[in-house]
């Protein structure tokens, strides 16, 4: 067996890098290999600072494993891995990538948090159902890998990782995403896509220091409006969801009840009410409704109303679609010249401008 080093161009300089890839090592014989090395060279030990273990068969780390005094990186990618062991939280690491194996959420040893230099961890690629409590401990983290797992709901204590830059937790089971991610504010960069979201929480605008944004794959029908408030933002995907298919409800199918048609009447025309004159759930009931959207129509609404999309400039780069809710299909603005006002907003895009936000 070959011992690699990452510092090759100085023969004094002792080994740094230990590469054990691609060995077909089993539990076992990692043992003996590490005790040969150990006793080969103590002071070698001490100096390795990172150790790549990627594509064996390495289903537990080794006792003797802390014997890396010093070790920084380590990547034990693709061996079938069933758990994390406490003797881990023994090594002052700063990058640990467990990527492709057989970690589930119950295979992260309860003192995780004493990884208190952990910088990035990737476990993408495993069996997680969920965020495991113990991650939420490992306050340091800035990179956080959770691709490709089976996580159907994001702990609402995520804002418990307020350092994180890059969080990825695309290719899982998530159909909402907690208000406290808004939390995240050094987040640059977000990664949701190939989810099962339906909507975005309005806190994400609080992500001031976000720029990259990736929602392809979903089952988005809108954006939240607060997320041109992004200035940062100068990458977003958002191909492979259905939420710039043009669609308004049909008011001629479902036509507004007699008490919409009298609730409207007297709030557009101002007429006074109260009581005794009316019961409390009447009065409930004006005091709910809402107005139209369209600058140009002074219209209101109460449970009957009609869903629009408005696609809106974005960083000069994107347009996103919003959603509007207007009293009338007759409020829909006439996009037949691809009219633009003066927010910068424009009615239907046509299919051309579909599809570049699809693509986007």
Request: proline share 4%; with cysteine.
């Amino acid at each position: 067996m070959e011992d690699y080093t990452s510092d090759s161009s100085d023969s004094d300089t002792l080994q740094r890098t230990l590469d054990y890839s691609y060995l077909m090592l089993d539990t076992n014989t990692l043992y003996h290999n590490i005790e040969h090395f150990v006793n080969k060279d103590k002071k070698h030990t001490e100096n390795v600072d990172t150790l790549l273990l990627y594509h064996n068969m390495i289903k537990m780390l080794p006792l003797n494993f802390n014997k890396f005094k010093n070790l920084k990186v380590l990547d034990i990618s693709s061996n079938g891995l069933l758990r994390l062991p406490e003797i881990l939280t023994e090594c002052p690491l700063t990058s640990l990538i467990a990527k492709n194996n057989n970690l589930d959420s119950d295979s992260f040893p309860k003192s995780f948090g004493a990884l208190v230099n952990l910088k990035e961890l990737n476990v993408s690629g495993n069996n997680l159902t969920s965020l495991p409590e113990q991650i939420l401990e490992a306050t340091s983290l800035k990179y956080l890998y959770l691709g490709g797992n089976h996580i159907r709901e994001l702990s609402k204590d995520i804002w418990k990782l307020n350092g994180l830059q890059i969080l990825y937790i695309g290719g899982n089971k998530l159909v909402d995403v907690p208000e406290s991610v808004g939390k995240l504010k050094q987040l640059q960069a977000l990664n949701l896509s190939d989810n099962m979201l339906e909507s975005l929480p309005a806190a994400i605008a609080n992500l001031k220091n976000l720029k990259s944004l990736s929602l392809h794959k979903n089952r988005l029908r809108t954006l939240p409006t607060e997320i041109i408030t992004l200035k940062c933002l100068t990458e977003l995907s958002l191909r492979d969801n259905p939420l710039v298919v043009r669609f308004v409800s049909n008011m001629t199918l479902n036509p507004p009840s007699l008490l919409e048609h009298a609730g409207r009447t007297v709030k557009v025309h101002g007429i006074p009410y109260g009581a005794p004159d009316l019961p409390m759930c009447l009065v409930e009931y004006l005091n709910s409704a809402h107005h139209c959207v369209n600058p140009k129509c002074k219209g209101v609404f109460f449970d009957n109303r009609v869903e629009h999309i408005k696609f809106v400039d974005f960083c000069g780069k994107y347009r996103i679609p919003l959603l509007q809710y207007l009293c009338s299909s007759k409020c829909i603005e006439d996009n037949s010249n691809n009219h633009v006002d003066e927010s910068g907003a424009c009615g239907y895009a046509n299919s051309n401008m579909m599809k570049k936000v699809l693509l986007g």
